[in-house]
């Protein structure tokens, strides 16, 4: 049996690239996508090739970015345009194949097994394709497994193409540090820094059983990747996965000092997060927190809930107490992100247990059912819980909705 075909295209500085295919007048300049910093959102998302070069990294502060690159360009994001490029990224994609996998807006693995025409120069059209059509640039990975075609799109930017192959992969690919290998983060790469594994090579070599030791499944997922024996499949342009997470992020307009600032906040996102779990027909089996103080330092805790729920004060009443349990408010906050975790379906049977009130959750389905029609009507500002009145610090353009599918959701 022959190898599979497979590509991994990734758009080089996806929105400060449609920034520039917007308006030519910015090409050939360093030019970074921000936030706006009106809304405490000065943070680089995006940077032009010039820019990198001289210093500007995704996730620096804008001002901080300047003092890098003074002749930097900061413009704002404009998301729509950045949707609608994608999509036609995918349509050129799809004159080779639909087997079209996205991995976020910018990124796509395709499966050209079955094409008459090689991988390769599959891959040099899609490149010049987009360059002709869209004017920017495509990095593509080329292997026979997903893991090794997206380290292909990785190790030569921008604007070029990298072959990987079961004959050369050894050559190519053991040499590279650990934290190269996708979903090998950086806790998991000091892991296996801390007994000695600092290459795919020496991860690729090392005893399964002390991987499974040391890091349990994820271990011997890793060591398969190393290996090339990643055998997942490309989806289909009109597979959907099922979402593993909904939850709703914010960055204030100002910091929260108190305990009391903070629970309003998480009020207010768990509203939009139990109205789309009913949407979705899903159930929450647990909750988590994500926080990050002014200093831009982060941390996140979880915890599961007794009972599996759509409702949203239950999400909120959880998510308060993981706060008041883990942080300590040495420094205010400046952001923070409610999240579902452990969904299942609003179908699946639920333990019955003496202890609970089922008349009450009843009573309750019927108010949130009555809430969502209202909300459907007049729009979710017609009505909401009293808690959250007061000082405003929440603004709605700032929210950030996440449902989390994931290619392998690890």
């Not at 809930?305 to 706060?323: R, V």
Request: glycine share 6%.
């Amino acid at each position: 049996m022959s190898d599979r075909a497979i590509l991994h295209s990734d758009a080089n500085g996806f929105y400060a690239s449609v920034e520039m295919a917007l308006n030519p007048e910015l090409r050939g300049k360093a030019v970074a996508v921000c936030g706006s910093t009106e809304d405490r959102h000065g943070i680089v998302l995006a940077k032009s090739e010039l820019a990198k070069k001289a210093g500007v990294k995704t996730g620096m502060v804008t001002w901080e970015a300047k003092q890098v690159c003074p002749d930097l360009i900061v413009v704002p994001p404009q998301f729509d345009y950045y949707v609608k490029y994608s999509k036609l990224l995918h349509e050129i994609y799809s004159r080779y194949t639909d087997e079209i996998e996205p991995f976020g807006m910018d990124e796509c693995w395709l499966d050209v097994t079955h094409s008459p025409m090689s991988a390769m120069e599959i891959a040099e059209e899609i490149r010049q394709a987009v360059k002709d059509e869209l004017a920017f640039t495509v990095s593509i990975g080329v292997s026979f497994n997903k893991v090794f075609a997206k380290l292909g799109s990785d190790m030569k930017k921008p604007d070029a193409i990298t072959e990987i192959t079961r004959a050369n992969f050894k050559e190519k690919v053991w040499c590279l540090p650990c934290a190269d290998l996708l979903y090998c983060g950086r806790a998991t790469s000091k892991k296996l820094a801390s007994f000695g594994v600092q290459t795919v090579g020496q991860l690729a070599s090392l005893s399964t059983d002390v991987l499974k030791h040391k890091l349990g499944k994820n271990g011997i997922m890793l060591w398969n990747y190393a290996n090339g024996l990643d055998t997942s499949r490309v989806a289909h342009e009109t597979y959907t996965a099922p979402a593993k997470s909904v939850g709703h992020g914010i960055t204030c307009n100002e910091d929260l000092n108190t305990p009391e600032e903070a629970q309003k906040v998480i009020y207010a996102l768990s509203q939009d997060i139990g109205t789309k779990l009913r949407q979705m027909g899903l159930r929450a089996k647990g909750v988590h927190l994500f926080v990050r103080d002014n200093t831009l330092n982060v941390a996140g805790w979880q915890a599961l809930l007794s009972s599996p729920t759509q409702d949203e004060q239950t999400i909120a009443s959880e998510a308060f107490k993981i706060l008041g349990r883990n942080y300590l408010w040495q420094k205010p906050l400046r952001s923070l992100t409610v999240t579902a975790i452990n969904l299942e379906s609003a179908d699946e049977p639920v333990q019955l247990s003496l202890l609970c009130d089922y008349s009450a959750q009843e009573r309750r389905g019927k108010l949130h059912r009555a809430i969502d029609e209202i909300h459907e009507l007049f729009g979710k500002n017609a009505l909401f819980p009293a808690i959250i009145l007061g000082e405003n610090k929440m603004p709605h353009a700032t929210h950030d909705e996440i449902i989390m599918p994931g290619w392998m959701n690890v």
